[in-house]
């Protein structure tokens, strides 16, 4: 399985953002799903993430209402929107997949050293939030 984000760029402060998420190599609807994002002299954080057992989402509690993940299993694709962006949402964001078979929950996946091994990530695409 191969990820390829995309829709990164510089926004301004209060705008917002689709980031985009393309699968190939296989099918993601037996794959949990997640974005994650890291900034300088940080840890990767999960961001958003959806259980592939029940469709269950995940969001930290410090980004509820400005997150949403989604998925388009039909187009293998994945999608995140941020609204409200500030400079804190700076970084580079990745999207991860992994087998439901060893993911038992949708806030499991957003553990980045959950993914690996048996998981999969992009490459990531940088996120700018200046004015």
């Known amino acids: 399985l191969q990820l390829v984000e995309s829709g990164g760029g510089l926004v301004q402060p209060g705008g917002s953002l689709r980031l985009s998420c393309a699968a190939s190599?296989?099918?993601?609807?037996?794959?949990?799903i997640g974005w994650f994002r890291q900034v300088p002299g940080k840890e990767r954080e999960g961001v958003a993430c959806i259980s592939s057992r029940d469709g269950s989402i995940y969001y930290p509690d410090s980004l509820k209402g400005r997150f949403t993940i989604s998925r388009d299993d039909a187009k293998n694709m994945v999608y995140l929107l941020i609204n409200s962006l500030n400079a804190e949402d700076t970084g580079v964001y990745y999207c991860?997949?992994?087998?439901?078979?060893?993911?038992?929950?949708?806030?499991?996946?957003?553990?980045?050293?959950?993914?690996?091994?048996?998981?999969?990530w992009g490459q990531g695409t940088q996120v700018t939030i200046a004015s």
């Open positions: 991860a997949a992994k087998a439901g078979l060893f993911i038992d929950t949708a806030r499991e996946m957003c553990i980045a050293d959950a993914i690996s091994p048996m998981g999969y």
């Open positions: 190599g296989a099918t993601l609807t037996p794959h949990a």
